[in-house]
């Protein structure tokens, strides 16, 4: 089967009445790494709760590497790694007890565990740490140790919800450096994330998520073309934009989207010889994000 994880119509409907999931229907295909992208609430974590058979949907059907998460949640257990987004450590437990005994607890040789923690731990850059207790470290060196804990698994896909939350850019990145080295080495991976440019960095695919409905899917090349303007301009201060242009105010600040990018330069001349600053960048996957998802709106 080239799907490792298939969801037919998913739906969530928590007791209290939230419709956190409604009709997802999502396929990830082995050997990707799959981001599940949308604002606080949209239902990424319930989403991955229930494909890790943590929870149970109120309809709809999931599949992992073709078995049912509701009939053989054991079946799918055994081929999954899960990070979760609220995950803590035990103050008293080293990396190194993290990433070894997690491994010993997937049915590896003592052996095979030792090499398997220690290349987790030298991938999140906590080798130096490995034997300092939980609770002597930094918020984002403890995530880094859970995330060594699953990596150390050797499941064939794992799951993280938010992964590189609370990690300064630096640890970002070198999370972002072993996902894609894993993904080379064809494990299959599904994120969850609310940074832009996280999705877009790491993502073989993903997919827009908001309250509880799949927006779009596709790579973030395939995304980003779905606006049909290319290219757009800061200003900064006032200036008067021509009405054909579609552009957003932030305060003091303009984001003016242009068609291409003779078009966005001859509009940063325009602002600077009239006394302005501006500049130009190709757009982002944020740029389309905030088109296709829109702003807040408490009445929705
Ligand atoms: N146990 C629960 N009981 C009732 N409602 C819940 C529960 N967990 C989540 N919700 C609601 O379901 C919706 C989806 O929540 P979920 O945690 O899946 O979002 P999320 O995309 O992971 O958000 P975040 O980026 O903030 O982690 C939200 O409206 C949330 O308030
Ligand atoms: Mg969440």
Redesign the pocket.
Known sequence: MEEAVVTNELTKV???G?Q?LKKVSLSIRRGELFTLL?P???????FLRIISTQLMPTSGEAFVFGYNVVDEPERVRKRIAVVP?DAATYGILTPWEYAYFFARLRDMSSEKAKVAAERALKAVGLWRFRNRPCSTLSGGERKRAIIASALASEADIFMLD?PTSGLDAVARRAVWAVLREMVKEGKTILL?T?IMEEAEMVSDRLAIINKGEVVKVGSPEEIKKMRKERFRVVINGEFMVDSNFDFVKLGDRLIVYTKNEDEALSLVKKVLKSGGRAETAPITLEDVFVKLVGGYNENS
């Open positions: 928590y007791a209290n939230v956190a949308g606080n609430g949209a239902g990424k974590t319930t987004q938010e969850t609310h």
